[in-house]
C-alpha cells in the first residue's frame, strides 16, 4: 500500500524561502495527480498545490506567483518550492494522492510538516 513522507518544513523568517519533499513509497504506480494541502491552528485543510502527470499544475489565490509544484523524474516525488513565505503560510503540510487516483478508499495522506513564519 503506498505510503507518504513529507519533508523540508521547519522555521523561516517572512520573506525566506522552503522546499517541500514528498516521497510516495509502496508501490510502483506512477500516481496521475498528486497534492499539496495545508492547515493551520483553527482553519480547515486547504488545498494549496496540485500537480498532474503531465505537469499541469493549479494553486491556490493566495499562494500563486510565490509557489511552485513539481515531479521529479522519479514522478513519486513531488516537490515544493515555497519562496517570499508570509505568516500566514504557516501551517502543517500534508502531501495528498486522491482515493480515486490511489485507487483506495480513502484518500492518501503522508503525516505533514510543520512550517514555522516568524521574525
Known amino acids: 500500500q503506498v505510503q507518504l513522507v513529507e519533508s523540508g518544513g521547519g522555521l523561516v523568517q517572512p520573506g525566506g524561502s522552503l522546499r517541500l519533499s514528498c516521497a510516495a513509497s509502496?508501490?510502483?504506480?506512477?500516481?496521475?495527480?498528486m497534492n499539496w494541502y495545508r492547515q493551520a491552528p483553527g482553519k480547515e485543510r486547504e488545498l494549496v498545490a496540485s500537480?498532474?502527470?503531465?505537469?499541469?499544475?493549479t494553486y491556490a489565490d493566495s499562494v500563486k506567483g510565490r509557489f511552485t509544484i513539481s515531479r521529479t523524474s522519479a514522478q513519486n516525488t513531488v516537490l515544493l518550492q515555497m519562496n517570499n513565505l508570509k505568516p500566514e503560510d504557516a501551517a502543517i503540510y500534508y502531501c495528498?494522492?486522491?482515493?480515486?487516483?490511489?485507487?483506495?478508499?480513502?484518500?492518501?495522506w503522508g503525516q505533514g510538516t510543520q512550517v514555522t513564519i516568524e521574525s
Open positions: 509502496g508501490s510502483m504506480f506512477t500516481y496521475s495527480v
Open positions: 495528498n494522492i486522491p482515493k480515486y487516483v490511489a485507487g483506495t478508499s480513502d484518500d492518501v
Open positions: 500537480i498532474n502527470i503531465g505537469g499541469g499544475t
